[in-house]
């Protein structure tokens, strides 16, 4: 249960924030804010520069995937006042082509963050001008955290000793449990394994 003071500063912020908030609300003990997505920027803005808020540092910044929504994506901030010693989520929804404003003017550690939100899932930032891959190579194809991205990739690289570089292949997989039906405990267990498995049993 939040304490007296968080419980206030959630109603101050709903007040003061009415037309850019949708609601506030506590998980695990942490107000969480769910804001307009075309408002995210007004209200970290405020959040920061709020003298009874004071969340003057942006610790992180990530990207949700809920693929049978209609808002498949949820941009979560997480914010922090040393100030005050309290910490606020802001989340927006948004749909899978939806563009959001950057707030890398409030906040520069937002750069690296943006980023890594439009690596990972595809989701563009508005007036972050240098939104390029962070994590994966720059020839990456797709957004890996996304819930429709492959497991395995599309491509898989190595180095070449014979061209002296690195050489781009598409992912081959030996392994004999690739496709899995779900349907028992040995779901992608070959026909050779079944047996040894059985044969196994058997003998004991």
């Not at 941009?75 to 606020?88: D, E, G, K, T």
């Not at 959001?100 to 890594?116: D, K, M, N, Q």
């Not at 001008?129 to 429709?148: A, S, V």
């Not at 570089?165 to 997989?173: C, D, S």
């Amino acid at each position: 249960m939040p304490d007296d003071s968080l419980l206030d500063l959630s109603e101050y912020i709903s007040e003061r924030l009415e037309e850019h908030v949708i609601s506030c609300e506590f998980i695990g003990g942490e107000l969480v804010i769910n804001a307009k997505p075309d408002d995210v920027y007004e209200v970290l803005k405020f959040l920061r520069d709020d003298i009874e808020c004071s969340f003057t540092t942006l610790i992180d910044l990530c990207g949700v995937d809920y693929p049978d929504r209609p808002m498949r994506f949820e941009v979560v901030y997480i914010l922090l006042s040393i100030r005050q010693n309290n910490r606020a989520r802001i989340r927006i929804s948004i749909e899978e082509d939806e563009i959001i404003p950057s707030v890398t003017e409030l906040f520069s550690s937002a750069g690296w963050y943006e980023r890594e939100v439009w690596d990972m899932y595809g989701i563009l930032f508005s007036g972050n001008n240098d939104l390029r891959r962070i994590l994966t190579d720059y020839g990456f194809d797709g957004h890996p955290q996304r819930k429709d991205f492959p497991l395995t990739g599309y491509v898989e690289l190595r180095y070449d000793y014979e061209q002296k570089r690195v050489v781009y292949e598409p992912v081959k997989l030996a392994q004999d449990f690739r496709n899995f039906d779900y349907l028992s405990p040995w779901e992608g267990m070959s026909d050779i394994q079944k047996k040894m498995k059985e044969g196994g049993e058997n003998a004991s």
